[in-house]
């Protein structure tokens, strides 16, 4: 069986914050156990908060093309663009959801070393194995509604081979590889809703199997050369 | 708390097996429980196994065209096809694995009316509020690595809308709609794994107002003039 349990009663995150002493303080963390944390609360205390004034559409449109490597789409308000992490996400990341006005959110400079940095905390305080997601909101090519994907991670696989292992027929699976980093931050947003000011969650139960360094944009981003969509 | 819970002891699947018969006899249902089935024993319980030679790629291609309405991208062994569902995955949902050697499974024709026979048929039984969710493996673009998604459901809505809604620090949302069928299978897919011959699972604790009427192919498709990447 795998939990999912919200952490409640965390502080309204401000740059400078101690991520991994305000969950250690919220929350008994058990072996094994995996936080998930909204980009939102990461780049906040990473001070990845600038200024934007939401009536100059030109100036939040500068922004994303500051962030972005390269824009594959465009509608109206919608750009659909590639950060220089690699991800391809809607306005490269710039999210004025969940800030004072006046201001906007832009991802981590590298959401694996976020992630580290607070399993390493976590780690040192309660000596436990454990894992750190980093997760944001992203939309998806051809099916509607928005998912919460991993954007950084640490102490927990990304993606999980099977390929070579057998099925429950005995046959050989020739490509099984499971990106149970999306899967769990997507499980995680049940909990969290967007609106419910529910940051961080944690997601219990899962294979000790699993539990190894790891990196978000060296295994889950796919590179260009082999990207049938880019 | 969401709690994800597999569901063990069903027997093997073949064609004209009662799935919630099966479901209903092998675990003890809540209300609000969502059961997520794998589109690997739908398909089988509905027949929707063809022969198919594996030393034959091209019987395998032609099959794979048939399923198709529409070839998205072909490298090698992978075609990237759009399903007359209008799901858009590898090799149009033709799958050879967990099943006999010299068969593949098809989808099943509709996999919304799928879930909904289950859900009506363990809703008689029980007399409890369910949902009932389709899942199968996909690729995506961009990303590396497979996730569960939901291909049929019935009973919990695939989209909760929070257009409108107010986030955490009062501000309106613009555009948040959140696909939770395809995170509620992700997050079944964590105790499921490939190979262990868990065809079901149920999620328990989701919030009961997201339990209602609804369909993937008519929520999560994204229609073609809405689709940047098709």
Chains 1, 2 share one sequence.
Not at 51 to 67: I, N, S, T
Not at 85 to 113: E, I, M, Y
Request: proline share 4%; net charge neutral.
């Amino acid at each position: 069986m795998i939990s999912i349990l919200p952490v409640e009663g965390l502080p309204e995150v401000t740059s400078g914050d101690n991520l991994a002493e305000l969950i250690a303080g919220a929350i008994t963390l058990q072996p094994y156990d995996v936080l998930v944390v909204t980009q939102k609360v990461v780049s906040k205390a990473e001070g990845r908060v600038v200024p934007l004034d939401p009536a100059d559409p030109e100036a939040r449109q500068r922004l994303v093309r500051h962030e972005s490597v390269r824009v594959l789409r465009e509608r109206e308000e919608l750009t659909i663009a590639e950060t220089r992490h690699g991800f391809v996400c809607a306005n490269a990341g710039v999210d004025q959801s969940n800030v004072k006005s006046g201001q906007a959110t832009l991802l981590p400079t590298n959401a694996d070393r976020s992630a580290r940095r607070i399993r390493d905390a976590l780690h040192a305080r309660t000596g436990l194995q454990l894992g750190v997601i980093i997760s944001d909101t992203f939309g998806r090519a051809w099916r509607n509604g928005l998912t919460d994907v991993a954007i950084g991670c640490a102490g927990i696989a990304a993606l999980v081979d099977l390929r070579g292992t057998e099925d429950a027929l005995g046959r050989k699976l020739t490509s099984t590889e499971v990106c149970i980093a999306d899967e769990i931050a997507a499980a995680a947003e049940l909990v969290k809703g967007k609106a419910a000011g529910i940051p961080v969650v944690v997601v219990r139960g899962l294979q000790s199997a699993w539990f190894r360094e790891s990196s978000v944009r060296r295994e889950v981003v796919r590179p260009h050369h082999l990207d049938l969509f880019r």
